[in-house]
C-alpha cells in the first residue's frame, strides 16, 4: 500500500500504543497457571480477564506426535461394511438362510430378514492382497496405504446417537467434539485459518453438535464450509462467513482498518492491565491477514488439469467430493489441524441397497484414492493421518428384501498416513459380520488412538466443566497400540 | 488357602481408581446380577466389599499371594469345571484388570480390611463414603442464611448502601482503595446495558446530564426496570440457565413449536417482578399449582411454566427406549439442581458424587420424581412423540377431540373402503401373473422391446416394463425366484409360473385378514385417544413373492391414484360419500385449542438405585426424597402424585438455604461481571468459595424478606458506590486486586451478542420492539440436507435478539461466533473468547455494513456537514459526547477517505466507512 502524503488520522492518533507485554497479560490472565488450566478455570468462572491469550497458539503435545493434523472423511448414513472392506465368505454360503443369532437391538421395526451375501465381487488390492469390494476399485489400488480396522464397536443403532458418539464420544449428551479436542490441547500452527475446518458439514443427526466445541471455548468449534444441502458452485463465493468484503477494496479496506486500529489503540491506552483491549486489536490484524490469504487457499480452481482429474473433478459425479478431498488437502498442506469431509446423508441405504451403494461409491471412490495419491506424491503423509468412517456399518440379514439396516456392534473404518501401519488388516467381526469379535476398538478407543497419534494423552486431556474433568473418552478408552506404526 | 488370602489392602489413589474404571464393571455387569445381597447364587453376594471378601459356597474369591490360585481367575478363566459367568467368557482384557486387581491386593475403595469398615458404593475420593461427616454438614454453602449486621468501616462517606459496607470492609482491610466513580455518561451506558441489553439513547442521555437532582441516577434505575426491555434482557439471562431452545436437538431435532410460551412467561415474569420464589414452583409444578389469582380451573400460566423441564435436549430416535427416558431425567435433575441449587446433582448417576456429599440414592430418589412425569405423547414410537397440553378447560378440549375423532373415523371408513376395491383389483389381476412373467421372460431373454412384445401379447405395457425390472434386479437375495430364474426353457417355466397365481392368492386372503386385525382395535383406539397401531406393510408379508409383486410399487401394484380411476362405479360413489362428509365434518371442528410444551404427571414409579446407572443392575429402593445432606430428615411422605409440587415447595422454601444464595448471586454477576461465587451454576466443593460470604448472606436475607423481589435486589446492588465506581485501575489497585476479587473497581464487559446485535439494529433505527410471539412455523423436523434444519438467520430479521427462534442442532452461525453457548445444559456464565472471525464479523458482514450504511444516510441526510455530524455519530454509536479531538479525528478521516480514493467514494460511502469504524471499535463492544 502506498503511504499517504498527508494522512490526519495518524496526524492525531500518531502515539502508538506499546502492547501489553507478553508477561503482564499472562499474569493479567492467568496468575501464573499454565494454559490449559487457566482456559479450565475461565469455564469455573475464574478471571474475568480471559480470552486474552489467544486460545489458538500453538501448544506442545503431551509426548512426541505421529501425526500432526488429521483429515477426516465421513460418509453419512452408514456404508455396508460386509459389502465393502470386510468380505464374508459365510454369507455367500448361507445366502437367504435366517439370521443365526439372536438379533441385537436394531434400528429397523420390522422382523428380521434372512442373510444376505453381498452383490459385489470381492478382490485382493496391492501387495497386501487386502479384500476390496468392486464399490472401490479405485481405493482397492491404494490399499497397500491402508489400515484396515473391522472390529469398530459404537453404541447408537439411530443416527443421531451414532453421529454424535462418533465425533463427540457421547452417543446421548452434548460434548466437545473430537477435532474441537485436538484443537485444545495442540492449537493451531496457522494463524491465519481456523484450526479446525469443517466441509459440507451435516445439518442433521445432531447437526452442528458434531463439530461443536459444547462447554470448551467457543475458538475450538469447528468453522463450516457450506453445509450438506449447498452445492459446491454456491459456497465458492464464500467459503467461510464473513470473508469477503463485498464492499470495499482490499485497500480501502486497510485504510479503515488502520483507522479502526488507532482508535482502538488510543482506547487500550487509556485502559491499562486489560489485556482483552489488546487481544482484540491483535485479532482485527489477524482476521485481515486471514481475509487476503484464505481466498488463495481455496482457490481449488488453480489447480493444474491433472490434479482436477485425479481427483475426478472433471466427472460431474465425483466433482463433488472431489471438491472437498481437494480442498481437504490444500488446507491440510497449510496446516490446519484438524479438516473434515462429508459425504451427505447418502448411504442410508434401508432399501436399493445394490443402485444406491453403488452410486455413492462411485462419488467417493475416484476422489478419495486421488487424495490418497495426492498425499503421498507430496510427502505429506508423513504427517497427515487420513481417516475414512461413517456412523456405523449395516446388517448381514436383508431389510425389506433389498436393504440392510444399521450395524453398529461390528463396522469397518480405515486410516491411512502418519501413524498407523499400511496395508494391515486390524480387528475382526464374527463370521457373518455381525458383532466384532477379535481386537474390539470401541469408538473410545478409536479416540484414545487418534489423539495418541497426534501426541495427546486422552486421559490427561481433560477440562473442568460444571466441577468435573472432561474428557474426550469419558472414563473409557484405550490405545490400540497394534495398529501404530 | 492361605490366611494372607483375605488381606485386602487399603487402595491407593491410583489403585481406586483402577478398580472403578475396570474391575467394578465388571463385577457389576457380569457378576451382581446373581451374587448380590438379595440373591445370593451360591451363598455368594459380590455387591459389597466385606461380602466379597467373605467369600461364598465355594470359599474365597481371591489370593493375593498366589494371584492366579484365585477362584476369581479360575472360574473366569474357564479353565476348571466351574465356568463363571455362565451366559459367556469374559473379555480378555476383563480377566488381565481382575488379575491385575488381585496382584495389587484386591483393594477395593472404602474398605478397610483391618477396622472392616465398608462403605458401599464409595469411589475413595470423599473420605468418609456415604456417611455424613460433620465437615459434610459444616460445608459453607448448606448452612443456614445467617442474618448478617453492616461490618464498621472507616470511609462511611463511600457507603451509599449496605453493600458498600460489606465490599469496603475487605478493602480496607486490605488497604485497597476503591476506584473513583464513574462519568455520568459510562455509568448510564452501563445501567442501560445491565437492565435491557441496548444503549441508552441520545434523549435519555440528555435528560440523565441535565438532571442534577441527588436521586438522578435512582431515577434512571427506576426508568429502565419499568422498561419492557428489562424483562427481555433479564428473561434471556434465565434462558441461558434454563438452557432454552426450540427444538429437541440431538438427533431429529423436531421442533417444540410452543417453546415460545415459555420464554414469553420468562420475560412477562421478569416485567412483573414475580417473586422468585412462586417462579421457581411455577417451572417446577406450576401445572400441579392453583392459579395465581386464586380463581380455580386452568393454571395457563402454570402449566406453560413447565416447559421449564420440558424443553431440555432430547434424543428421541434412540430405540433403547428405557435408556433414552433415563437420560432425559438425568437431563431434568442436572438442570433442576445447577438452576436452583448450584448442585451437581447429576453426577452422583453412576456412583455417589467424588466430592460432595451427594449420593446415588439422593439422585434415584430425585430421579424417581421425574420418572413419575410425563414428557412424550408416546414414548415407544420408533421416534418418540412429544407431549403437548392443553391450555384450555378439559370439557372444551374434550369437545374438540370428539369433534375431530370423527373426522378420524371418517379416514379408517375410507381407507377400508379402499383396502376393500383393491383386493377386488388385485383379485382380478392374480390370474394374470403367469401371462406377465412369461412374457417378462421373452422380453428378457430376447432383448425384446416391451412396448412390442405387450402389444402382441395384448398386456399393459407399463405393467410388463415393472415385471421385466423387477426379474432384473438379481443382485439382492430371492430364494422364491431361484427355480423361475433357474428354468431351462418356456416349458419349465410356465407351471412355475402358473403356481405363484394360487399361492398369491393365498397369500391375498391372508394379508387382508391381516389388515382387518389391524382395523379392528381402531375405533377404540381413537376413543380412547391412543396413538393407532402402525399399519402392516404388504412388503414384509411373509410371502416375498406376493409382497414384492403386490405392493403399491412392485409390478402388480395399484397406486391410490390408479384406484381411484379404476375402481368400480359404485366404489367410486362410496369414496366420494365418505370424502365428502368427512369435509362436512372437518369444517365443523371447533377452533384448535392452545396448547403448550408442558410436563404432566404420570404413573408414579417407585425409582430403585440403578447400579452404575445401567437400569439392568437394580439396586436398593430409592424413595422420593431430596438430597439428605440439605434435607435431612426433612423428607416428603407417603407422595401420592410425582413428587413435583413437593419438591417445587422444598425448593422455594426461605429453609432452602440455596434458593435464595444462588439467585442473589446471579443477579449480583449480572452487575459486577463475576459473581460473589464465581461459579454461578457449582456452590459445591469443586466450585469456588464466595469472595464475600457474609455480603451473601446479608443479599440472601434481604432478599427473602423482600418477598423475593429480583427488581428490589437490582435496586439494592445499583444504587451504591460500588455499583457505580470507573472501571479504570491504577497500578497499584491492579497489583493488590489483579482478578477484582475484591471489586474494587467496575468490571469492564464485553457486549453479549444479543446486546451487540440488537444495539446496532438500534443505533440505525431498525430494532422492531414488537413482543412475544413466535417466528417459527411447522411441526416435526425436516429432510436430513434441507435447509429447513438451520435456525432463522439472525442478520436478516429486525426483532429483538431474544425472540428468534432457536433449532438447537443449527443455532445460528452468529450466535455460534460470539459465545452464545450451545443451549444444552445450565449456563449462569457465558465463556467469552476473543477470535480473529469475530473482527471479521465487524469488517465484512453485510449485517455490520447495511447498519452503517443505514446510520450513514441518516446522518448525511439530516445533520449539516461539519463538527455536528461527528459529534451526533459519536455521541449515538459510543453513547458519549465527543471531544474536539474525536470529533476531529472522524471529519479528517472521512475527508481524506474520499479524497484518497476519489471518484470511488461518495460522502455517504465515506460515512459508512466512519460508522462501521466506530462499530468495530472496543468502546462500542465493550461497556466500561
Known sequence: MQKPTYDPIREVYSRRVKPLSRRAAFRAAAGGLGYLGFLSMMAEGAPAVGGAVNPLAPRKPHFAPRAKKVIFLFMHGGPSSIDTFDFKERLVRDHGKPLPIKRPLAFADEAPGPLMKSPWEFRPGGKSGILVSDLFPHVRDCVDQLCVVRSLVGEGVDHGAALLQSFTGSSTFVRPSMGAWSVYGLGTENQDLPGYITIKPTLSHGGAKNFGSAFLPGAYQGTPIGHSGMKVEEIKSEPIQYLVNKGLTPEQQRYELDMIQNINRRHADMRQFDPNMEARIQAFELAFRMQTQAPEIFAVDKESEATKKLYGLDDPRTADFGWQCLLARRLSEKNVRFVQATHSYKWDQHSDLFNKHTSNAYEVDKPIAGLLKDLKARGMMDDTLVIWAGEFGRTPISEGGNGRDHNPYGYTIWMAGAGVKPGFVYGATDEIGYHAAEDRMHIHDFHATVLHILGLDHEKLTYRYSGRDFRLTDVAGVVHKKILS | MFAGALAAQVPKPEQAEFFEKNVRPVLAQKCQMCHNAKVKTSALDMSTAAAFMAGGGSGSLVNVESPDQSLLLQVTTYEGKLKMPPMGKLKDHEIAALREWISMGAPWPGYDPKAGVVATGGTGTRKHGNKLTEEDKQFWAFQPVKKQPLPPVKNKAWVQAPVDAFLLAKLEEKGVPPAPPADRATLLRRATFDLTGLPPTEQEMKEFAADRSPDAFGKVVERLLASPRYGEKWGR????????????????????????????????????????????????????????????????????????????????????????????????????????LGLTLSCARCHDHKFDPLYTKDYYGMVGIFASTKNFKDDQSHVSKLLFTPLVPKEQYERYEAAEALVQHKQIDLEIAMEKERRRLHEKLAPQIPVYMMAAREVELKKADVAAVAAARQLDAKMLGRWVKYFAAREVPRPWLAEWDKAADDAAAQPIANGFVSSSLDSLAAWHKKLEAYRKPQRRQIEEKNMLSEKPKLINEKDRFFGQVFDNNGPMGISDAQLNAEASLAAQQEFAAIKAEQKRLKDALPPEPEMACAVQDGHPVQQKVFVRGDYNSLGEDAPKHFPVVMAGGRQPQNVQGSGRLELAEWLASPENPLAARVMVNRIWQGHFGEGIVRTPDNFGRMGERPTHPELLDYLATQFIGSGWSVKSMHRKLMLSSAYQMASATTPGQFEADPENKLFSRAVRRRLQVEEMRDALLGIAGKLDLTMGGTMQSGFGTDGENSNGRLSINPEEQVRRTVYLPLRRANLPALFNLFDFGDATTPQGRRIITNVAPQALFMMNSKFVAEQAQTLAAALVKEIPAGRSRADKAISRILNREASAADADAMLSYVDSFQKKFAGKMTEADAWQSACRVLFASNEFMYVD
Open chain 2, 237 to 340: 439471562h434465565w434462558l441461558d440457565i434454563a438452557r432454552y431452545a426450540d427444538s429437541t436437538g440431538n438427533d431429529e431435532d423436531h421442533r417444540y413449536p410452543y417453546a415460545y410460551k415459555y420464554r414469553d412467561y420468562v420475560i412477562k415474569a421478569f416485567n412483573d417482578d414475580l417473586p422468585y420464589h412462586q417462579f421457581v414452583k411455577e417451572q417446577v409444578a406450576g401445572d400441579l399449582l392453583p392459579a395465581r389469582d386464586g380463581k380455580p380451573g386452568l393454571n395457563r400460566e402454570g402449566i406453560i411454566a413447565t416447559g421449564f423441564l420440558a424443553l431440555g435436549a432430547k434424543a428421541i430416535a434412540q430405540q433403547d427406549k428405557q435408556k433414552m427416558l433415563y437420560d432425559i431425567y438425568d437431563e431434568q435433575v442436572d438442570t433442576v439442581t445447577k438452576t436452583f
